[in-house]
Structures are given as C-alpha cells and as structure tokens.
C-alpha cells in the first residue's frame, strides 16, 4: 500500500468520527493559539518598550536613586535598605557642574485625569522642565513647549498628547483653553504629535507639565529620576564618571547609572526571557493535547482490531498499518495546528488595540512544528501496538 492510498484511509477514519476527530484536535488547537498568543504578547511589549526608550533621543544618561544589584532592582543593598531620593537641587548641581552634556532633566511621573466640559480622558503625567524637548524625540505639532520663567513660577501649563486633544476637544482649536487635572486647573499651550499605542496604554495620553507643577500636584519634593543628554557618545563614560564624583558623597552607593544602551539590554534580556517562559507555559496545552491524540488512537486500535486483522490477513504488512496510525495522528495535530495558527494570530491582532502584539515567525514555525512533533511522538506508540497485532487474535476479536 503506497503513502497516498495510506493518507486517504486516514482521512476516511478521521471524518468518520467527526465530533471525536475535533475533541482530539482541541487540546492542540488550545496550545498552539496560547503559544502564538502569549509570544505575540511578549514580543510586542518588547517592541514597544524599545521604541519608547529610543523615542527618548540618543546619547542619554538615566541616573535613579538606588542601587541596582544584580538580582535586585532599585534600592537593593546598602545600609539598612534606605534610599535617598533625588531633588530638584540634585538635578541642578550636575546642570551646573557637568563638562560635555547638553541637557540635564529631573522627571516626575505619575498619572492624572483631564477633563473638559463634561468630557475626561485618563493620561500618564511626564514632567520635566523646559529642557525636555532635548531629551525626548517627541515633537510639538502645536503651540509650544513650557519655558524656564514657568519652570521657576511651578505654572500650571500642560502639553498634552494627540488623544487628549482629540477626546477631550473633539477636532476644536485647544490651545489656551482651561482644562483640569486631578481637580487643578491648567492651561493647554501645546499637543504633541501623534505617537501610537505602546506599553500600558497609548504613548498618545501623554500630559506634560513644568515638573514643579507636578511636585505640587503630588504633593513630593522629590524626583523620580533624572535624565542627561549626553553631547557627544564618545563622551558617555566620561560623564558618567563625573556623576559619580559629584554624587558619591551625599548618596555613598546609593544611585545607579545607566545608559540608554545598557537599558535597553537590559529589557530585551529580561522582555525576551518572559517571552520564552510565557511560551514555555502555553506549551504544556499541546502536551497535554498529544496525551489526548494518545489517548484516542489507543482507542481507535481498540475499536479497529478486527478490521486491522482483516487488513493483515489480506496481505497487509506491519509498514502499513504502522504508517496508517501514524498519519492519522499527525494530521489530527497538523490540523488542529494550522487552527491554533489561525485563532493565535487572529486573538493578537484584536488584542492589539490594548496591548501591543506582534506575530513572529518563529513562533508560527515553532508552534507548527512542535504539534506536528506531538502527533508524531504521541501517535507512534498506538500505531506500533496496532502493527504488532496478531492476524488471528484480531480477527477473533468481538
């Protein structure tokens, strides 16, 4: 019997068994759509939070208080776990005393809601002062950035994203109108262009305001980090040392400095190790899923030993009926695969006006290949049990 006469004898064994042929395939169809899924997922996130690290400009310098141990994170070690924040007088002592940088920004982050008339937008505050647009790669389609007089005065001015003009003013001139944030009234002076979707929500809801404000918004002296745009690349460790000089007597260890390349390792080792493990997790649906082809085959040879020894019985060798069993299996996971393939990749591109997804090849071919894989390890050993069938015993089977 030659591969195609064996490919259709399959076919007629699988669809005469509908219903039990897809409940075979379900535990595959799971597995492959989670891995696609969650790898999609992971590396979208990954994408996005690279761009945004690049979108911040080149040559940058991020100084965080805390020190950054390897397995720990910010503030690890150090005597007695305590950490001491950065100031906007931290900040400008490296302005003041720093050779070969061209901009040094305190940021304050948090989050707020603007609301006009009766229309509210949720938005991520980044506050800096008037030298954020030299760190940020992000430009101002409209109006203008905060200057140093409002920096001074802690103005209540804001720069909002493209999503918070288009929500909160619906198409409508907005600059200097009165919107609120958090119950404060501010003035719009500028939007910026428009960005996209990134990690945690869209890069659009952006709310920019002098980093003064915003301490008083958050009721902090402090900052959360401080940002410096380093002139020249060649320049970077050299400037890192001065921090290191400068800051080493008030905070001893206790502040961590990185460069936007060394971030942005960071993450990718990081972002690309979850994605792997999130892989590794949807991957136990398709074992689980060849347990269930195992199962059935090995039911299917139950309920076909009379017609396997009427097979052998005929001139039918043990090739054959290994070949057969074997390619019932792995088309019941091929299929339920190019499923999983189709409901995966769909599930990511409705995701991703929430979160940020991308297919990757790879993925498809490793979740194709694995469930083939799976149909053929799963399938092998039904298929030499029905194989080694005595011709007699079958056919004397009830």
Not at 97 to 102: A, E, I
Not at 280 to 303: F, P, R, W, Y
Request: net charge positive; no cysteine; hydrophobic share 45%.
């Amino acid at each position: 019997m030659n591969l195609v006469e064996s490919f259709r004898i399959a076919l007629r064994a699988l669809f005469a068994n509908k219903a039990r042929s897809f409940l075979t395939m379900l535990g595959v169809i799971i597995g492959v759509s989670a891995v696609i899924l969650l790898v999609s997922i992971g590396s979208g996130v990954q994408q996005s939070i690279t761009s945004q690290i690049e979108g911040l400009g080149s040559n940058l310098l991020f100084v965080i208080p805390g020190k950054m141990e390897q397995g720990g994170g910010p503030g690890a070690g150090g005597a007695g776990g305590l950490t001491k924040s950065f100031t906007l007088q931290d900040a400008q002592l490296l302005n003041s005393r720093l050779q070969g940088v061209s901009a040094v920004v305190p940021v304050v982050a948090g989050s707020g809601t603007a609301k006009f008339e009766n229309r509210t937008q949720r938005g991520t505050i980044q506050a800096g002062t008037e030298q954020i647009t030299q760190v940020m790669s992000t430009k101002i389609a409209e109006g203008r950035s905060y200057r140093k007089s409002e920096v001074d005065a802690a103005a209540r001015v804001a720069v909002i994203g493209w999503n918070q003009s288009q929500t909160l003013f619906q198409g409508a001139h907005p600059i200097g109108k009165t919107i609120s944030i958090n119950g404060l009234r501010f003035t719009v002076i500028g939007v910026f262009e428009k960005q996209g979707g990134g990690f945690g929500g869209s890069q659009d809801n952006l709310i920019s305001m002098p980093v003064t404000t915003a301490q008083k918004l958050a009721g902090t002296g402090n900052v959360a980090e401080i940002l410096i745009k380093v002139t020249n690349a060649d320049q970077i460790d050299l400037v890192r040392a001065q921090i290191t000089r400068l800051f080493k007597p008030r905070f001893k260890d206790q502040f961590t400095i990185f460069s936007q390349a060394q971030t942005l390792t960071l993450l990718s080792s990081l972002l690309g190790t979850l994605t792997v493990m999130l892989a590794g997790i949807a991957g136990i649906s398709l074992v689980v899923g060849g347990i269930g082809i195992m199962n059935i085959m090995l039911v299917s040879v139950t309920e076909r030993t009379r017609e396997i020894g009427i097979r052998k019985a005929v001139g039918a060798r043990t090739y054959d009926i290994l070949s057969q069993f074997v390619i019932e299996a792995v088309m019941l996971s091929v299929l339920g695969g190019i499923i999983g393939i189709i409901i995966g990749a769909g599930g990511a591109a409705v995701l991703k006006s929430v979160v940020p997804t991308q297919v990757t090849w790879w993925s498809v071919a490793v979740a194709f290949f694995f469930a083939a894989a799976v149909g053929v390890f799963f399938g092998a050993y039904p298929a030499y049990r029905a194989s080694k069938l005595d011709p007699i015993e079958a056919l004397r089977y009830e």
